[in-house]
């Protein structure tokens, strides 16, 4: 099957689906069309929406899934329920599913564990804290620490942390203090929201303080589980589905109401009238190594009722009382946004799928904070736990830490049918001497590149017949030559030129930037 792919402007956000074309291509995205080139410069681009898909033909943008590295680092923990709130979740080291991966500063000691090359860890004594010979460090609580570049030394770390609902500042991770409280409005305030790991983050592009909070949107079950939702003082006799906000502030002593940006909706699991499927812990990332891209890797949590799950759940403890299960299997799913507030889920297939029953991430997997690039790798951490569900005070759980592996640049990639598919992006501008791909052609794989004017005609010498088939290609950085060996594109530099690409036989295309040849 093949198709043609036209988009309609961004802010009608339609597509053609027309075939294996459109399977799962998503929206483009802050296009220029009609108007100005989109100015790429000399940065890298990688496909997480529709932005540099002006034209296709059999093409569609796949998610990719990280290989599972095996490893095991317990990291045991201790839930502690705060008498008078038995869900007042705060930042210390008793808590046993919040965790962030920090690179080593020089500066930054709030550490749990650390780790030379971020495969094996081992607990962060004193001594290991000031001979600093660590190149990451593991910190556990419900907030996530962020480097704020607008604060004074003796406040440069930061956590936001919606439960409790304040602003915490230190100068080396150890001593926090409380700066702000009451930051978040009321109404979204917990029971509204709040609890779980949420981000936040200076946005210099804003320059604005960015969060991103787990949101309860309530929705009215039907007659016939009315009495269920009745019985707990949380719901308020509604269900809640758990759902990603975002929220920005200028100063950090209050922030605006949330906007909700991920939401489980009717493509989901729905059981006999209520929706049963969560998205949250939004461990939202700014992607360093590409030009306008965020990405995301929520929790995705399937809560059990009894109305159509039919084991005895009857064991599994609420926590407060005769109140509703908070019990079931959660992964990690995948999102990207160029703004982070359209965000795209693609196919919404898991990013990081449970383990093989017996195994320890076979119930409930939970994203680490932070994102390791470690050569042409990405490392992505996370914790399997052997269950997910509302335990007493004092529970223990043996929790594993371990690792999934993306290659740079990798966490989705265009593809294409079998016998060849292509595509053109819109009008770009670009600096540089070569254009650089992230590709992976294997064995059968032909990729080749067109260089166009604004109008779609190819330009002498750039086009796709002189364009020197790229083949037994896997690297993160191979330039593109035409006529037998002609790397250098310096004399189109500042002009509006299309790229178009041809993909043949399973070849992948990751990314692609215009920068200086290194041969």
């Not at 007659?223 to 509604?238: I, V």
Request: hydrophobic share 40%; glycine share 10%; proline share 6%.
């Amino acid at each position: 099957m093949s198709g043609t792919v036209t988009f309609s402007p961004p802010d009608l956000l339609q597509k053609a689906l027309l075939g294996f074309a459109m399977a799962c291509l998503p929206a483009i995205s802050q296009i220029a069309r009609g108007g100005e080139p989109v100015d790429i410069a000399d940065r890298n681009q990688i496909f997480i929406d529709g932005r540099y898909i002006e034209k296709g033909k059999s093409v569609r943008i796949v998610v990719q899934r990280p290989r599972k590295t095996g490893e095991r680092n317990l990291v045991s923990g201790i839930y502690r329920a705060v008498p008078e709130h038995p869900l007042e979740l705060r930042d210390g080291p008793d808590l046993w599913v919040y965790a962030q991966i920090l690179e080593n500063d020089g500066t930054f000691r709030g550490f749990g564990f650390v780790s030379e090359d971020g495969i094996k860890w081992q607990v962060a004594t004193e001594a290991l804290l000031e001979a600093g010979n660590f190149a990451y460090g593991l910190r556990t609580g419900s907030g996530t620490v962020f480097t704020d570049p607008r604060a004074p030394a003796s406040q440069r770390y930061k956590i936001v942390s919606g439960l409790p609902d304040e602003v915490l500042a230190s100068a080396d991770g150890r001593e926090w203090q409380v700066i702000h409280k009451g930051v978040f409005p009321g109404e979204f305030s917990f029971p509204r929201g709040m609890d779980s790991q949420n981000v936040a983050f200076y946005e210099e592009s804003l320059d604005k303080y960015v969060a991103f909070v787990r949101v309860n949107k309530w929705v009215k079950p039907p007659p016939r589980h009315e009495a269920y939702f009745a019985k707990s003082l949380f719901h308020q006799g509604h269900n809640h589905l758990r759902c990603v906000g975002r929220l920005t502030s200028d100063d950090l002593r209050r922030f605006e109401d949330p906007q909700i940006v991920l939401a489980p909706d009717e493509q989901d699991p729905t059981m006999d009238g209520v929706p049963v499927a969560d998205f949250y812990m939004p461990q939202v990332l700014r992607y360093p190594h590409a030009q306008d891209a965020y990405v995301m890797f929520p929790n995705r949590y399937l809560h059990y009722q009894d109305w159509f799950i039919a084991d005895d759940l009857s064991g599994f403890h609420t926590g407060r009382g005769t109140d509703v299960l908070n019990v079931g299997p959660i992964d990690i799913g995948f999102a990207a946004s160029r703004d982070g507030i359209q965000w795209e889920q693609f196919d919404r297939e898991p990013l990081i799928p449970l383990g093989l029953t017996g195994e320890f991430d076979d119930r409930g997997l939970y994203p680490v904070r932070g994102l390791v690039v470690h050569g042409d790798e990405m490392w992505l951490y996370y914790l399997g736990a052997p269950e997910h569900y509302l335990p007493e005070d004092g529970h223990e759980f043996r929790i594993v830490m371990s690792r999934v592996v993306f290659r740079r640049d990798g966490f989705t990639a265009v593809e294409a049918e079998y016998s060849g598919g292509e595509f053109t992006t819109p009008v770009l501008r670009f600096s540089g001497n070569a254009l650089n791909l992230n590709i992976e052609t294997s064995a059968l794989g032909l990729a080749r590149v067109e260089i166009q004017d604004d109008t779609g005609k190819p330009i002498p010498g750039f086009s796709l017949d002189e364009c020197d088939r790229i083949h037994t290609a896997n690297s993160v950085n191979r330039i593109v030559k035409w006529r037998k060996g002609t790397t250098d594109i310096s004399s189109l530099a500042g002009q509006p030129v299309r790229f178009r690409f041809e993909l043949k036989f399973g070849a992948k295309l990751y990314a692609f930037r215009t920068a200086a040849s290194s041969g």
